[in-house]
């Protein structure tokens, strides 16, 4: 198995406190001299040639690291297919449009330098002369990300900081494409996907911030101990919020195939009695408390339980709330975050989260409105520009799955009464209509 442990400086962070180790606590961006100090220089040179970009791609393969944005694609073969191209860019994506998700900006408060480390690593690697960084236009922290890069050293592969307009599906790859081509930050039709044809038509690879900052230290510390947590197929530490009904919300680092029930004790414990957890945000999955608890933090193990891990985030709901009123909730801001250029964002979601509401009000209009939700949520997969609508429907048919007590009761007339008591967070602002360039 490929290693670079010759590149350590000193011991490597233990157990899976990894990325946050030792900065988390200090609530500010460690400087370039902290970051230095800490882990040593970037080891760019000793992959600079063919032969160390060889080593450090097979170092990546043999760790099995993949992707943290939410697809959990493996790093690796998206490197190899971006370095067949010519004159690839390297778009290092720290948007972070998900309101259940704080991972990224947490990452990027405390340890801008490897974010930046892994991402000229990743130039390094697939020979890209280019890496742009990209943020939200509302998010503070775009003035550490600035002076994190003010502070490179001269010589390195040049980073450019781009602000990305604040929209939900404004840091979906093709999006991102789009925006620093011309302006537009909406999703456009695939193929060609990025890596064929990317920024200004160039092979363009585009990770999340988290991923790229995992490859800073496997190119240090190397692939087997990266391995040394997580599961076979879901190796590493990860990042994850936890939020809702927790009694410490926040960030937490946790080795990949934790118990969620462990997860959970890292924030301690729900406050109040549970109901049901969501997994990866408002395009993923409701689970009944019952199951949430008994399965590991892995790709495999929700996919077994028939959730995915998406972008890493676990949320509470309390049995007092109301699930479906808080998915129709969630669908309506959805629709209203869709870029309103395809058919199943354009009508589809509307129509779904008008179906939502009808099932909370409950009665006749509620059977009606049953029969067409699940038909609409049959034939919308697969059928949009970006992924968006996908998720949507991936909420609503867990939302049925997963409180279908409540529905039952709903359908018969007898609505829940904290049906009106929100309690899942939403944007406080409505951006539909405009505010994509």
């Excluded at 490897?114 to 742009?132: N, Y």
């Excluded at 529905?407 to 209509?433: E, I, K, V």
Aim: net charge positive.
């Amino acid at each position: 198995m490929t290693t670079a442990r010759h590149h350590r400086t000193g011991l490597p962070p233990a157990g899976s406190r990894r990325l946050l180790e030792g900065w988390l606590e200090s609530r500010r961006a460690a400087g370039f001299a902290e970051h230095q100090a800490r882990y040593g220089p970037a080891p760019v040179e000793f992959y600079a040639d063919r032969n160390g970009r060889a080593r450090l791609l097979a170092a990546v393969d043999a760790s099995g690291l993949r992707g943290r944005g939410g697809a959990g694609f493996p790093t690796g073969r998206k490197l190899r297919a971006v370095a067949k191209g010519r004159r690839p860019v390297v778009v290092a994506n720290g948007c972070e449009g998900e309101p259940v998700s704080s991972k990224d900006h947490a990452l990027l408060t405390v340890a801008p330098h490897l974010v930046l480390d892994g991402a000229v690593l990743a130039a390094t690697a697939i020979d890209a002369t280019e890496v742009i960084l990209c943020v939200h236009r509302d998010d503070p922290i775009a003035g550490t990300v600035a002076a994190a890069v003010a502070e490179r050293p001269s010589g390195e592969i040049p980073i450019r900081l781009v602000q990305v307009p604040g929209r939900y599906v404004a840091s979906e790859e093709s999006a991102l494409v789009n925006f620093l081509d011309n302006g537009d930050a909406r999703p456009t039709a695939k193929p060609p996907r990025p890596f064929e044809r990317g920024v200004n038509g160039r092979p363009t690879l585009i990770d999340n911030v988290e991923t790229l900052a995992h490859l800073a230290l496997i190119a240090r510390y190397g692939s087997e101990w990266f391995r040394g947590c997580g599961t076979a197929e879901s190796p590493g530490s990860t990042l994850v919020t936890l939020g809702g009904r927790v009694a410490r919300p926040g960030v937490y680092e946790v080795a990949l195939g934790t118990p969620v029930a462990e997860v959970l004790d890292r924030a301690g414990g729900p406050d109040e009695p549970p109901q049901a957890v969501l997994f990866g945000g408002y395009g993923g999955t409701w689970l009944p408390v019952q199951s949430a608890v008994r399965t590991r933090l892995s790709h495999e193990d929700l996919r077994d339980a028939g959730a995915t891990l998406g972008v890493a985030s676990l949320t509470v709901l309390p049995a007092r709330a109301c699930g479906l009123a808080e998915t129709a909730r969630v669908l309506r801001y959805l629709a209203g975050e869709s870029a309103r250029q395809c058919g199943p964002c354009m009508f589809g979601l509307p129509a779904i989260a008008d179906d939502f509401t009808a099932l909370v009000l409950g009665g006749r209009a509620a059977q009606q409105a049953e029969q067409r939700l699940r038909y609409r949520l049959s034939i919308i997969p697969g059928r949009g520009a970006c992924a968006h609508p996908d998720g949507a429907v991936r909420l609503a048919a867990s939302a049925l799955r997963c409180f279908g007590t409540d529905l039952r009761a709903h359908l018969a007339g007898r609505p829940c009464a904290w049906a009106a008591q929100p309690a899942l967070p939403l944007p406080g602002w409505d951006r539909r209509g405009g505010d994509w360039a």
